[in-house]
């Protein structure tokens, strides 16, 4: 059984940077896992995903600004948010996915397992 605990949300500046770890337990042999993110009123977007070898991709909406890495002597997922800016205030999640290991879709409906969120607030 697979937990994800997501940490380091919080509220910052338009500018601002933050950095999101998410805390896994449990061995997943291959997987992706990704970062998904949904603002009030809007539906749960795909920003970026990982496969275990280092293998990243972006939403549009992420390139630039948004950087996914991992850490798997840690078994930590993490995202880099630099030039913070309001749009980008939503609750995080992320998300791993066993039935992917080596093309990471950016869908939620591929993931399997969420964790319970972390909430960003940027203000202008």
């Known amino acids: 059984q697979v937990q994800l605990v997501e940490s380091g949300g919080g509220s910052v500046q338009s500018g601002g940077s933050l950095r999101l770890s998410c805390a896994a337990s449990?061995?997943?042999?291959?997987?992706?896992m990704g970062w998904f993110r949904q603002a009030p009123g809007k539906e749960r977007e795909g920003v970026a995903n990982?496969?275990?070898?280092?293998?990243?991709g972006y939403a549009d909406s992420g390139q630039g600004r948004l950087t996914i890495s991992q850490d798997n002597a840690k078994n930590t997922l993490y995202l880099q948010i630099d030039n913070l800016k309001p749009e980008d205030t939503a609750m995080y999640y992320c998300a791993l996915t066993t039935e992917y290991a080596y093309n990471c879709p950016l869908k939620d409906r591929a993931y399997n397992y969420w964790g319970q969120g972390t909430q960003v607030t940027v203000s202008s």
């Open positions: 990982i496969n275990r070898f280092g293998r990243t």
């Open positions: 449990g061995y997943i042999s291959n997987y992706c």
